[in-house]
């Protein structure tokens, strides 16, 4: 899958920032270790686009006027307080020699028969896992089925999932990734409604 994003060098900073982004474009930065920093304008609907698509475990191709071709990753996004909108993006830029470390994210995929037939509730404990790779042998995601589920005493740890050998997991093997677990009584429930 390959994904590249347009950008620019960027002139506004600071202050100027706000017209910026009411102009539909980004401000974002792209650093790397022994790297030159560059502020640089994105398009915010390509970025978006993009980052739907990559998340931050793909290495996309960011090309820069006048710079060419950078391999970088999406570092780091910031989003507006309010509006959950991006109003900063980090790309870091890749050494394709040197492995690095990432969050990864997992999906659950399939339908827990300890949920659907026994009324059980599915708890998510982990939402991405660490890994160290090759920057090109990054995973995009970890696929978790969850059908496996099927009492409320299973559960999926980090050891269960299956991983390239050229990709170092470094979440312990035994941390529990999903479960399902019975539902509360009707005592455990009124339990929690008593004043404290």
Known sequence: ?????????????????????????????????????LSLEVTD????KVYQKAGESTIIDLAIDGKGEKKVLIHDVAKH???DEPIHVD???????????????????????????????LVRNLNEIEVEALPMDLPHSFEVSIEAL??????IRVADIKVSDKVKVLAHPED?????????????????????
């Open 91 to 121: 790309f870091y830029e890749v050494d394709l020699t040197r492995k690095i470390h990432a969050k990864v994210p997992v999906h659950f995929v399939g339908i827990a028969p300890a949920v659907k037939e026994s009324g059980g509730v």
């Open 176 to 196: 529990v990734i999903v479960k399902a677990q019975a539902p509360r009584t009707e005592a455990e429930l009124a339990e929690l409604e008593k004043p404290t």
């Open 81 to 83: 307080y309010m509006k």
């Open 1 to 37: 899958m390959e994904l590249k994003i347009q950008a620019k060098i960027r002139e506004a900073l600071g202050k100027q920032n706000k017209k910026l982004r009411k102009a539909g474009m980004l401000p974002a930065v792209v650093y790397g270790r022994n790297k030159e920093t």
């Open 45 to 48: 609907k390509d970025f978006q």
């Open 150 to 155: 099927k009492g409320f005493d299973d559960l």
